[in-house]
T-cell receptor, first 114, second 110 residues
Framework: DTEVTQTPKHLVMGMTNKKSLKCEQH?????MYWYKQKAKKPPELMFV???????INESVPSRFSPECPNSSLLNLHLHALQPEDSALYLC?????????????FGNGTRLTVT | GQNIDQPTEMTATEGAIVQINCTYQ??????LFWYQQHAGEAPTFLSY????GLEEKGRFSSFLSRSKGYSYLLLKELQMKDSASYLC???????????FGAGTRLFVKA
C-alpha cells in the first residue's frame, strides 16, 4: 500500500468541466509535488510545494491550478483542459525539498479529457 | 541544458545479471536516484547515490561516477517480477527539482 493517497483513480472530463485531483500524505513530509506522465514517457515535474508554499511552477498552463491547504494535502484544480492534457497525474512527497531524500509517489489519477 | 540518457529497452534471462546505464548532463547535482515503475503503477524508490562508488542493497546495486556523469543500476539473480521500467533521476541545484530520464524497459524472460 502506498503512503501517498490520490483520488480519484480515474477521471473522465469534458473540456468545459471543472474538477479537482486530491493527494494526501501522513508521513510528516514537508515537500509535495505534482508530476504529469504520458504513456511510455518519464514523469514531468509540474509544481513543487515546500512548507505549504509554492516553490516551483514549471511554466504550467493556468488551466492547472495547484493548492496546498495544509502540510498533508495537495490539490490540483482543473479547468478548461484540452485532450492533450490526458495523462497520468502523479502526486509525490519527500521529507524536505531541499534535502536529498527520495520521492514517495501515489498511485496516480488517470485523467482522460474528451 | 539538461539531459539524461538511458537505453530504451533491455532483455535478460531469469537468474542472470543485468546492468542498466545512465548518463546525465544537468545544471547542478545533488544526487542520482533510481526508481522502478511497473506498468500502470507509480514509481518506487530503489537507490540513491551522491558520492562516487557503489551502493549495494540486496539484489540491487547502483554505481555513480560524478566526473563522468555516469551511473548504472545492477540487478542480480533476476526474477520475472523485475520486468518493469527503471528510471534514472537526477536532483539538481537546490534539490527541489528531480528530473527523470525516459526510463529503460526491462523484460525478464524464463
Amino acid at each position: 500500500d502506498t503512503e501517498v493517497t490520490q483520488t480519484p483513480k480515474h477521471l473522465v472530463m469534458g473540456m468545459t468541466n471543472k474538477k479537482s485531483l486530491k493527494c494526501e500524505q501522513h508521513m510528516g513530509h514537508r515537500a509535495m509535488y505534482w508530476y504529469k506522465q504520458k504513456a511510455k514517457k518519464p514523469p514531468e515535474l509540474m509544481f513543487v510545494y515546500s512548507y505549504e508554499k509554492l516553490s516551483i511552477n514549471e511554466s504550467v498552463p493556468s488551466r492547472f491550478s495547484p493548492e496546498c491547504p495544509n502540510s498533508s494535502l495537495l490539490n490540483l484544480h482543473l479547468h478548461a483542459l484540452q485532450p492533450e492534457d490526458s495523462a497520468l497525474y502523479l502526486c509525490a512527497s519527500s521529507q524536505d525539498a531541499a534535502v536529498k531524500t527520495p520521492l514517495h509517489f501515489g498511485n496516480g489519477t488517470r485523467l482522460t479529457v474528451t | 541544458g539538461q539531459n539524461i540518457d538511458q537505453p530504451t529497452e533491455m532483455t535478460a534471462t531469469e537468474g542472470a545479471i543485468v546492468q542498466i546505464n545512465c548518463t546525465y548532463q544537468t545544471s547542478g547535482f545533488n544526487g542520482l536516484f533510481w526508481y522502478q515503475q511497473h506498468a500502470g503503477e507509480a514509481p518506487t524508490f530503489l537507490s540513491y547515490n551522491v558520492l562516487d562508488g557503489l551502493e549495494e542493497k540486496g539484489r540491487f546495486s547502483s554505481f555513480l561516477s560524478r566526473s563522468k556523469g555516469y551511473s548504472y543500476l545492477l540487478l542480480k539473480e533476476l526474477q520475472m517480477k523485475d520486468s518493469a521500467s527503471y528510471l534514472c533521476a537526477v536532483s539538481g541545484t537546490g534539490g527541489f527539482k528531480t528530473i527523470f530520464g525516459a526510463g529503460t524497459r526491462l523484460f525478464v524472460k524464463a
